[in-house]
């Protein structure tokens, strides 16, 4: 009698407890790699003008990573380039302003928190699209512009200088579209959204070229899942819960709507997914 009312008990006691995945409302593909996976893209996106990638920084905390950029470099890129002539990256190198220029290089430098090797992989990047016959483009930044970006106190307007690379992005992009073959444009995430949120809506040159030119905008999101495992920002993202499926061994691709792409990159090993894997729940 005992026995039964104890198993009885364990039972009520299990069926209170469960396990909710978020994943199991979420539609998602997973590929062997990302060569696949980006196969998979550009058969369904179709024809495009504008390739519109972006990454999550790597910052100093994670290091030992390999780059979002890096891994556009030697896993992705190659795909992109018989169907490309142009590459813009998000970046400029101007050496020759003034304080101003070097002010704002500075602040940026400390606010991102790159680490030292941003500047290598930039390099290598470079260097890989002259081989494959692309022209490499960075963003004009004169040094007027530079000095207009910092505030009456001396320090960088932020939300300013995100409005200038916006600004720069869509126009340089903008300006070598043709008919003939795409542009790729390397950037931050926030910058290539196609559905951006409310509040961020402005700083999207993605958005506004889709309008321009009548569509033919892919947005491609790259998630290295231990590079933005320690980021809070990215708990708000509707992807969040997919990285809690991350593994070396497979890459997993999440479509946000109409030609816009999310690529979950092979982790480095299966703990990194224990920042987003569900937890037992009590049911009431």
């Not at 050496?95 to 790159?114: I, K, L, N």
């Not at 920002?233 to 890459?251: C, N, T, Y």
Request: with cysteine; net charge negative; proline share 6%.
């Amino acid at each position: 009698m005992r026995l039964g009312i104890a198993m009885a008990a364990s039972m009520i006691l299990c069926a209170c407890h469960a396990v909710y995945d978020p994943c199991d409302d979420l539609t998602f593909r997973e590929f062997p790699d990302a060569q696949a996976a980006l196969a998979t893209v550009l058969d369904e996106a179709g024809p495009a003008k504008v390739y519109a990638v972006g990454e999550y920084h790597q910052t100093r905390a994670t290091a030992g990573a390999k780059s979002p950029l890096s891994r556009f470099t030697n896993d992705i890129m190659d795909q992109l380039v018989p169907r490309s002539r142009h590459l813009v990256v998000e970046t400029w190198l101007d050496q020759d302003c003034d304080a101003a220029g070097r002010q704002v290089r500075r602040e940026v430098h400390d606010a991102t928190g790159r680490p030292p090797s941003a500047g290598v992989d930039i390099e290598a990047l470079m260097m890989r699209s002259r081989k494959k016959k692309l022209e490499t483009h960075g963003l004009p930044m004169t040094c007027i512009e530079h000095g207009s970006l910092l505030d009456p106190t001396g320090r960088v307007d932020f939300l300013r200088l995100l409005e200038l690379v916006t600004e720069k992005l869509h126009s340089t992009a903008r300006a070598l579209v043709n008919d003939d073959r795409a542009v790729i444009v390397y950037g931050g995430a926030l910058h290539n959204d196609l559905y951006p949120r409310w509040p961020l809506a402005d700083l999207s040159y993605a958005k506004g070229l889709a309008k321009d030119l009548g569509g033919g905008v892919v947005e491609l999101d790259l998630v290295v899942p231990e590079v933005v495992a320690p980021m809070a920002m990215v708990r708000l993202e509707d992807w969040f819960p997919l990285l809690g499926r991350s593994a070396p061994e497979h890459v997993i691709l999440w479509q946000r709507g109409p030609s816009s792409y999310v690529l979950i990159l092979p982790a480095k090993d299966h703990q990194t997914a224990n920042v987003a894997k569900p937890r037992l729940a009590y049911l009431d």
